[in-house]
Structure formats: structure tokens, C-alpha cells
């Protein structure tokens, strides 16, 4: 199939833009308002949690009630996973139920909010970095600052790299939990799935460079782009286009060196660029695009399409019709149902948990 790679990596794709986008935006929008004040860590974790647990938390209770009410999940399963959603830790440990499936993957339609857990983990780990990019001075506490992120690099790297490395944490998983973490068994209950995939200690490669390019960019604010500056940034931008269209054709067009970088970091380097270059071409075609108000309403609106987009894709392929069809119906009903979602839900959700949570 000419766009089975196409499809397959579109996931990946989104999965990188989450990740890295998240890093940039915290470290940009947070990184002069904390100023070190304990009380400012305190808002920023609230204004971040509040913003993601309530729809969170609605989509668990809505797949909780019709996982038990189908009678799929036994209960003594869904009794030890509660506690995990609950804290939005499901995915920070690899555990599976006594059905063989992963605690992050025992709800078919909350499965998604793995990502959110994993992000929750990368809000915990954020006041580390902020400390050493805008508080640390010492030259010999910033080297070990280098030494430490880039031990981290390394290790996502590692991680990263598992697609082609898999039987090596495949037999690490076998030899803890046994045969039913195996690749052979399920891939995505597998325990290497769960290592390079899912897991928090994998995704902090795109967070933390989400975080470098707001920290640059906040340093180089309203500077004027040189002449090898300029060439650089169109250079880069050719060579972003060439490197996912060569991910998305087919493995035998597939170009190596693009095929190695892919595999060591995924699509993390391309977003890390494009973000560079939407702050410092704001009028750029890209850039234009991105800032029209549909454009907008849509990032707006992301948190409640992903939520619910699920639930849609499993409803219109009930429904007679053909592929092309249950799509659009899809389609609309998520924009629809994502902005009444977003106005009468997620927003007075959100400021009356922040209202609970703040400071008196």
C-alpha cells in the first residue's frame, strides 16, 4: 500500500508535535512568570493541571461506566487501575491487568489519555530544567547541568531507537514480567512498546527540546535575522519538507541518513525547526497560516478534539455508508461536538478548578 508508511507515521508525527510544542509553550509562557517564587510553581502547576484534568477525568468516568456496564474488564482489574487514572500515573509504570493488557490500555476509549499522563510527569520534571536555564549561573554547576541533559538525550535516544533494537528490552521485559509483556504476544501490551512509546522517560527528549527552542527564542526576542541566518532558515526549511516526505513514501524510496535520524529521534528535530522559524518568519506563509482565526480556534478546541475524537470514529463506523462518508461524518461531528465541549465544558471547568486550587 503506497500510504500504509503515510499512515502509519502520522501518529508518530502528532505524537512529536504534542510533545515538543508542550516544552516550548510551558517554558515560553511560564519561564519569566515563576521567577523562582514557590508560590509561582504552585500556579504554574495549577493553571497546568486544571487546564487537562477535567476532561480527563470526564472521558475516564464516561469509559468506566460503559467498561463495567459491558462486563469486558473484571472488576478486581478495574478496582486496581482506578487509583492510577485517578492520579493520572497510568502511564508512568508498565503494569498489566489480569486480561494481559496494559493499565494505560484497559479502557478502549480513555486509552488515549496516556499521552496526558505522560505529559503530567514532564510538568513535574519542567522546574528542574527552568532552574538551571534562567537561575544557575555558576560555569561549573551549568556544565553540570550539560551533563545531565545530555545524558538524558542520550537515554531518549536509546529509547527512540528501540524499533530497531526491539528484541533487546523485549527479552528485559520477558525476563520481569515474563511471556505476556513479549512483542509476540501483543506488540502494543509489549513492554519494549510501552519503553519508546508510551512512557514519560522515552518523551523527554521532545520536551526538553521544546524547552531549548523557547529558551533561544526568548533570548534572541526582536533581533533581526542575518544574512547566513536567513539562508540557514530557508535551507532548513527544504530540508524539513524532504526529511518528512521521505518518512511518509514508502520504505524503498526511503533515503538512509533520514532513515537513521528518524529512528534515533523521530520527527522531534523537524518540530524543534518549524517552531524556530514560525517565531522568527511571523510572516511566512507557514506562519500566516497558522495565525487565521479557524487556525486558532482549532488549537483552542485541541485538548477537547482529541478527547472526543475516539468516541466519534467508533460511533460512524457503526453507521451504513462507505469509508469516504463515516470520515467526514466524523470530521464534523468532532468540530461540532469539540467547540460546545470547549465553551460549556472545558472552559468553566477549568477556572473553577483553578479558583479551588489557588492561593487564598
Same mark, same amino acid.
Given at each position: 500500500m503506497f500510504f500504509?508508511?503515510?499512515l502509519a507515521n502520522c501518529a508518530f508525527l502528532g505524537m512529536d508535535i504534542f510533545f515538543v510544542l508542550s516544552g516550548f509553550i510551558i517554558h515560553y509562557n511560564y519561564s519569566v512568570k515563576i521567577n523562582g517564587s514557590l508560590k509561582k510553581f504552585y500556579a504554574f502547576f495549577v493553571a497546568r493541571f486544571s487546564r487537562l484534568y477535567p476532561l480527563f477525568l470526564a472521558t475516564f468516568i464516561i469509559d468506566l461506566v460503559l467498561v463495567t456496564r459491558g462486563g469486558g474488564v473484571p472488576w478486581p482489574d478495574v478496582l486496581r487501575v482506578i487509583p492510577f487514572f485517578i492520579s493520572m500515573s497510568q502511564s508512568w509504570f508498565y503494569q498489566l491487568a489480569s486480561t494481559g493488557a496494559t493499565f494505560y490500555y484497559i479502557f478502549p476509549r480513555a486509552s488515549i489519555t496516556w499521552s496526558v499522563s505522560t505529559e503530567m510527569l514532564m510538568y513535574a520534571f519542567y522546574p528542574l530544567l527552568w532552574y538551571w536555564l534562567v537561575r544557575v549561573r555558576s560555569f561549573s554547576l551549568k556544565m553540570t547541568g550539560i551533563l545531565t541533559i545530555f545524558s538524558i538525550l542520550v537515554l531518549s535516544s536509546a529509547f527512540r531507537c528501540?524499533?530497531?533494537?526491539?528484541?533487546?528490552?523485549?527479552?528485559?521485559?520477558?525476563?520481569?514480567?515474563?511471556?505476556?509483556?513479549?512483542?509476540?504476544?501483543?506488540?502494543?501490551?509489549?513492554?519494549?512498546?510501552?519503553?519508546?512509546?508510551?512512557?514519560?522517560?522515552?518523551?523527554?527528549?521532545?520536551?526538553?527540546?521544546g524547552i531549548v527552542v523557547a529558551d533561544y527564542?526568548?533570548?534572541?526576542?526582536?533581533?533581526?535575522?542575518?544574512?547566513?541566518?536567513?539562508i540557514f532558515v530557508k535551507i532548513g526549511s527544504l530540508l524539513s519538507f524532504l526529511y518528512v516526505l521521505e518518512t511518509f513514501l514508502p520504505q524503498k524510496y526511503a533515503f538512509p541518513l533520514f532513515d537513521e535520524i528518524f529512528q534515533l529521534f523521530g520527527y522531534a528535530p523537524i518540530?524543534?525547526?518549524?517552531?524556530?522559524?514560525?517565531?522568527?518568519?511571523?510572516?511566512?506563509?507557514?506562519?500566516?497560516?497558522?495565525?487565521?482565526?479557524?487556525?486558532?480556534?482549532?488549537g483552542e478546541r485541541?485538548?477537547?478534539?482529541?478527547?472526543?475524537?475516539?468516541?466519534?470514529?467508533?460511533?460512524?463506523?457503526?453507521?451504513?455508508?462507505?469509508?469516504?462518508?463515516?470520515?467526514?461524518?466524523?470530521?464534523?461531528?468532532?468540530?461540532?461536538?469539540?467547540?460546545?465541549?470547549?465553551?460549556? !465544558?472545558?472552559?468553566?471547568?477549568?477556572?473553577?478548578?483553578?479558583?479551588? !486550587?489557588?492561593?487564598?
Open positions: 500504509g508508511r503515510f528501540l524499533h530497531t533494537n526491539e528484541a533487546f528490552f523485549d527479552r528485559i521485559g520477558v525476563s520481569i514480567f515474563g511471556d505476556i509483556s513479549s512483542v509476540s504476544r501483543s506488540p502494543e501490551f509489549s513492554f519494549s512498546f510501552w519503553v519508546w512509546y508510551v512512557s514519560p522517560y522515552s518523551r523527554l527528549l521532545q520536551f526538553i527540546c527564542c526568548l533570548k534572541q526576542f526582536d533581533r533581526v535575522l542575518n544574512r547566513s541566518e536567513t518540530v524543534c525547526f518549524c517552531i524556530y522559524y514560525c517565531y522568527v518568519c511571523p510572516v511566512g506563509h507557514f506562519s500566516r497560516l497558522l495565525s487565521t482565526s479557524w487556525c486558532v480556534r482549532l485541541s485538548y477537547s478534539i482529541y478527547i472526543w475524537h475516539i468516541y466519534f470514529y467508533g460511533f460512524v463506523l457503526m453507521l451504513p455508508g462507505t469509508r469516504f462518508l463515516h470520515v467526514v461524518m466524523a470530521w464534523v461531528g468532532i468540530y461540532i461536538f469539540s467547540a460546545i465541549s470547549y465553551e460549556w !465544558l472545558e472552559k468553566p471547568l477549568r477556572q473553577r478548578m483553578r479558583k479551588l !486550587l489557588s492561593w487564598a
